[in-house]
């Protein structure tokens, strides 16, 4: 048969060994790469998220104080001016915004209030999100590159043992069949199930 003894051609598992060998060691650079910029994501990820804890605690405790002290100026507002003006002297300009803002008479602590004294600590924690996600992203990449690459050294090795064996054989054409099977399979997964990370 033409076919079986195409396949057996010396030249055709040339080309095969040649091409999956250069796949498969683009598809092992591409899979580290990808492994790299999964670090790389999650480590930002983790500094972010520490960085903003330290930030949220750091804005809890500033609340904690004006709350603490607009509680005890507005408890002596009228009957102890003096100590009222000591507890007045201690408020953050946020606290002195958020007066102004709602007036002396309403609980001055509103959302406005709350999402600037934390907005920092929040742009990190978005941060931090953003670089998980990416990471988790250049996981699912490194997999798939993983999967191509098992692919293709399968199919070079295929090829490999092909070439061992005598030109008239069955059994070398049939490891040259398998060898294009895995050739166009990575292929097929590489440009189909390999997403592209933005970001």
């Known amino acids: 048969m033409k076919l079986f003894r195409f396949l057996g051609n010396e030249i055709l598992l040339g080309t095969l060994i040649a091409l999956l060998s250069v796949f498969t060691a683009m ?14 994501h999650e480590i930002e990820g983790m500094k972010a998220l520490n960085d903003g804890n330290v930030l949220y605690l750091e804005s809890n405790q500033i609340w904690i104080q004006d709350d603490g002290n607009y509680d005890n100026w507005y408890i002596n507002y009228d009957t102890n001016p003096d100590i009222a003006l000591y507890y007045e002297g201690n408020f953050t300009d946020s606290l002195y915004a958020a007066i102004e803002r709602n007036g002396g008479d309403e609980y001055p602590m509103d959302d406005q209030y709350v999402q600037e004294l934390f907005a920092d600590a929040n742009e990190l924690f978005d941060q931090s999100d953003t670089n998980f996600i990416l990471g988790s992203q250049w996981d699912f990449r490194g997999d ?19 070439s061992l064996m005598h030109e008239g054989s069955n059994l070398r054409s049939l490891f040259s069949a398998f060898a294009i099977l895995s050739l166009t399979a990575g292929l097929l997964i590489y440009f189909l199930a390999v997403p592209t990370v933005v970001g």
């Open 27 to 40: 598809a092992s650079y591409f899979g580290a790469m990808a492994d790299s910029n999964q670090n790389a």
């Open 144 to 162: 798939q590159l993983q999967l191509v690459m098992l692919i293709m050294a399968l199919g070079l090795a295929l090829a490999a043992w092909g």
